[in-house]
C-alpha cells in the first residue's frame, strides 16, 4: 500500500506521523512523509519531502501564541500556509498514494485525495474536528456549555475559511474538478470515498464519547521505543541520583524562561526533589543563581527514556507529552500555554492523575510548590493507569484501520 503522510507544526505534530511512517514502512509499506522543516525530529531512513514552512523559525523569532499567528499573518504566517497547501498537492500528486493521511492544517489533503479517487484520513493528536456533546472543541472553549458543545467545532470550519483562495490556487494543480475548495474547510469533505478518523489518544486518557461515529478510531498514542541514555553519559549518571522532577515546555517559548526555571527549581527544592530541565525551543532556562548538583539542564532528551523513575513531570500539556508521562505512570503537574493544553490539563486532573492546573501567565513558585504536593498524592493513580497505558498498541492499531480501507 503506498501512503501519503502529510503533517503541519512543530516536534509534537511531527513525531507522531512520523512513528506511523516507520511503523508502516517496517511492515512493507510505501509510505512518503511530508513534513515542515526543521521540526527536530529525527526523520533518518524515511522518504520524507519538505512542505515548505518552517515553524521552529517562527516560534524562536516571535515566540508562540494567537497574537504571534494575527501579527505576523501576512509576513509571514499566511505565505507559510500558502507553500505548505501547495505543497502538500504537488507531493501528493507526485508520489500517487493509495491513502492520505493528514493533519487538520493540510487543508488541501482532502480535495487532491478526492481527485485521485483514494481514501483520506484525518489524525487528530486532539479531539478537535470530530464533534461531541461530551466537550467543546479543545482550544475553543476551556469550559462545558453542555448541549452547546457540538456548536464550538463549527471554529475549524471558520478558521480554514480564511485558506479559501490559497486552497483554490493550490489545487489548479489538480489534473481533474474536483469539489469546490471551501467544501474543505471541514477535515471530512463530502465525497464517496471511504473516510475516517485515527486519534492517537489512550482512552484511558480519553473515554470514547457515545455520540462519535463509528469512523472515529480512538488508537492509542503513536510512538517509538527510546533507547535508553549512554550508560556513561551525564544525563544518567544524574538520574541515578535520587527522586527527580522532569520539567519540560517542548516548543512553547513565550514568556519569561529564566522565571518558569526559577520556580520549577525553587519548587523541587521545596520537596527535596532534584531537577532535570528540558528546556526545549527555549521555554525553560536554568538561572545562573540556581545551579547546583540537583539540577541538570539540556535541550532535549526523549521522554521515554528520562520519566522511569522520576517522581513527577512539570509540563506544558501536549498530548505527546501528556501520553509520554501517563506511560511512564509518572503524576503531572501542567502548566498549559494554549490551543489543546489547557484541555489536557483539566483531563488530567478530572482523571486523579494531576495537580489542577497552573495557567502559565499564573505560574509562580508559590502555586507550583503547592500543585507539586498534589501531584505527589496522585503517584498511585498514575502508575495504575501506566500499567494500562503501556500494553496499547498504537501504531498498529492505526495501521489495520488504513489498511483496511
Known amino acids: 500500500m503506498r501512503m501519503m503522510l502529510l503533517t503541519s507544526g512543530t516536534r509534537g505534530d511531527v513525531e507522531p506521523f512520523a512513528a506511523l511512517a516507520r511503523c508502516a514502512s517496517g511492515h512493507g509499506h510505501e509510505v512518503r512523509l511530508g513534513v515542515p522543516d526543521s521540526s527536530g525530529v529525527d526523520l533518518a531512513g524515511l522518504d520524507a519531502v519538505s512542505l515548505e514552512v518552517d515553524f521552529h523559525r517562527l516560534v524562536q523569532a516571535h515566540g508562540i501564541s494567537p497574537w504571534t499567528a494575527v501579527r505576523h499573518f501576512r509576513t509571514e504566517v499566511g505565505p507559510g500556509m500558502r507553500r505548505m497547501l501547495a505543497a502538500a498537492v504537488r507531493e501528493t500528486l507526485a508520489f500517487e498514494p493509495d491513502v ?41 472553549v476551556n469550559r462545558d456549555l453542555g448541549r452547546f458543545n457540538r456548536t464550538t467545532y463549527a471554529a475549524a470550519r471558520v478558521a480554514a475559511r480564511m485558506f479559501r483562495r490559497d486552497i483554490e490556487r493550490a489545487c489548479e494543480q489538480l489534473p481533474a474538478p474536483v469539489p469546490s475548495a471551501s467544501s474543505t474547510s471541514s477535515a471530512a469533505s463530502a465525497g464517496s470515498v471511504p473516510t475516517a478518523s485515527l486519534m492517537p489518544i489512550s482512552p484511558q486518557l480519553l473515554p470514547r464519547p457515545a455520540d462519535w461515529p463509528a469512523t472515529v478510531h480512538l488508537t492509542g498514542s503513536w510512538h517509538t521505543d527510546a533507547s535508553t541514555p549512554d550508560p556513561d553519559s551525564a544525563v544518567l549518571e544524574f538520574l541515578r541520583g535520587g527522586p527527580c522532577l522532569v520539567a519540560t515546555f517542548g516548543s512553547m517559548a513565550s514568556g519569561d524562561p529564566q522565571a518558569r526555571g526559577r520556580a520549577v527549581l525553587e519548587s523541587a527544592r521545596a520537596h527535596g526533589l532534584r531537577t532535570l530541565l528540558l528546556t526545549g525551543w527555549g521555554g525553560l532556562a536554568l538561572p545562573d543563581d540556581l545551579q547546583g548538583d540537583d539540577v541538570l539542564a539540556v535541550p532535549s532528551l526523549p521522554l521515554d527514556a528520562v520519566l522511569s523513575g522520576a517522581a513527577l513531570a512539570v509540563h506544558h500539556g501536549g498530548a505527546g507529552t501528556v501520553h509520554a508521562v ?3 505512570g509518572v503524576p503531572h503537574v501542567v502548566v498549559p500555554f494554549l490551543a489543546d493544553q489547557p484541555f489536557w490539563g483539566r483531563q488530567l486532573h478530572g482523571l486523579g492523575l494531576a495537580a489542577t492546573p497552573i495557567p502559565q501567565k499564573k505560574l509562580t513558585a508559590e502555586r507550583l510548590t503547592a500543585a507539586v504536593e498534589e501531584a505527589l498524592a496522585c503517584g498511585p493513580a498514575a502508575e495504575r493507569a501506566g500499567q494500562k497505558i503501556r500494553p496499547e498498541q498504537g501504531l498498529q492499531t492505526a495501521l489495520s484501520v488504513l489498511i483496511a480501507l
Open 100 to 140: 492520505v493521511v493528514y493533519h487538520p492544517k493540510v487543508l488541501t489533503a482532502p480535495v487532491v485525495a478526492q481527485s485521485l479517487g483514494v481514501p483520506h484520513v484525518v489524525v487528530e493528536s486532539v479531539p478537535s474536528v470530530t464533534p461531541t456533546s461530551a466537550f467543546p472543541a479543545p482550544g475553543v
Open 326 to 328: 501517563a506511560r511512564a
